[in-house]
């Protein structure tokens, strides 16, 4: 005679309409009265019983089973939205998800996702990604999980158990010599580009905050009747970033511009009129110094592709080895050079402290008393006109 089952143990039946097995049981009832029932299906009778044994497993552990097999793309996307990312961060955490995270791992079950699987992801990624570039991918996942965790979709965070093996060295920063900044700047002379690279080398402005620049932050003409006198100079206060300001508070600042800097502005503003007639009925006004054909905003690509063309017309400089941002390194280096303390090209670069100068810079920098601006009216002199 067939053992009858003890309440609770639930039920095993054929569904003719699914064409597979049913593994039922039953689990008492929530606030509202309503019977919980929990329920594995398989295509044989076993495989429906450890289903429903899975399942079971994971209710005693309090974990929520989300409909449709919650997966490692369910859980970064839902960081990504509902994470609490700050506008700074949403961007490329989206772009590290979305192109590392997810087309390697995102099929896959948030709970069968192993540590050995996590392994396996970092070590191929590690063939592309420099270090720093795999820490963050490994950010974007550990977060997602933690998040997913937190939120009862799975039992442990996985990810956490992993370590993050060394990627290919990133590619160092370098700067120009004294020599190559004045072939640079020869070059460039009569170019689109010509004043953004004078104001970025002799500035250390970052590209994000040129970019941003607009001509209500320029003084051409400074003070000279106030007590003391200010000099021409720019506000650095904006930045391409989506919240529109600089990197970090400190970051905003004044700063004195040097002569040839001033006049590089002034032919610059000259031409912008020329551009805004030529572009008639096309020309958008943002009130930006450095712009498009059209007086658009520029992005990144824009002005790398400029520079590059520019400077490869300088002897002696592979334009493919160098980026915009490597101004700002010669800016550093050049000061550095001419005995400028760390402190005041810390100030000058807008970082909070030395130390960010020193980690980033260090290749730039060297032992150590002038304002930048009286520093690269000494080293990029003007002539003054017969």
């Known amino acids: ?32 009265g309503k019977r919980i029932v929990k329920r594995g299906s398989g295509k044989t009778k076993t495989e429906a019983k450890a289903k429903l044994k899975e399942i079971l497993r994971d209710h005693e552990d309090g974990l929520v089973i989300a409909p449709g097999n919650y997966t490692v793309q369910d859980a970064v996307e839902d960081w990504l939205q509902y994470g609490g990312l700050t506008a700074g961060t949403i961007g490329p955490c989206t772009s590290h998800s979305r192109i590392h995270v997810i087309p390697s791992l995102g099929a896959r079950k948030l709970r069968e996702l192993s540590a050995e699987d996590v392994d396996k992801w970092l070590n191929e990624k590690a063939k592309t990604l420099s270090t720093r570039s795999l820490e963050a991918v490994y950010s974007c996942l550990n977060r997602a999980v933690k998040r997913a965790m937190a939120r009862d979709k799975v039992k442990r ?16 920063s370098k700067s120009l010599t004294l020599a ?39 003084s051409l003409k400074g003070q000279p009747d106030a007590t003391p006198a200010v000099p021409p100079h720019m506000a650095v206060w904006r930045s391409v970033r989506a919240s529109g300001d600089t990197k970090t508070r400190k970051s905003r600042r004044t700063l004195a511009l040097p002569a040839r800097c001033v006049e590089a502005l002034w032919d610059h503003w000259v031409g912008q009129g020329w551009d805004r ?41 592979d334009a493919a080895e160098w980026t915009p941002r490597e101004l700002r390194h010669s800016f550093v280096s050049l000061l550095s050079d001419k005995g400028v303390p760390l402190e005041k090209i810390s100030q000058l670069v807008g970082h909070s402290g030395t130390s960010v100068t020193e980690e980033v810079y260090r290749h730039q920098i060297r032992p150590v008393i002038q304002d930048g601006a009286t520093v690269m009216d000494d080293l990029f002199r003007v002539d003054p006109e017969p």
């Open 277 to 317: 007639y030529a572009a008639g009925d096309k020309w958008q006004e943002n009130g930006l110094v450095f712009h498009s054909e059209v007086g658009t905003p520029l992005d990144a690509s824009h002005v790398r592709r400029a520079f590059r063309s520019v400077i490869a017309k300088a002897d002696g400089i």
């Open 1 to 32: 005679m067939t053992k009858r089952r003890s309440r609770g143990d639930g039920g095993l039946h054929w569904d003719e309409n699914r064409q597979r097995w049913i593994a039922t049981a039953s689990l008492g009832y929530d606030p509202s």
């Open 157 to 172: 965070n996985v990810v956490e158990l992993c370590s993050i093996p060394a990627g290919r060295p990133g590619r160092p």
């Open 180 to 218: 190559q900044a004045e072939a640079v700047l020869r070059v460039a002379e009569g170019s689109s580009v010509h004043a953004y690279i004078v104001v970025s080398l002799l500035t250390g402005a970052r590209t994000e905050e040129l970019r941003a620049l607009t001509w209500d932050h320029v």
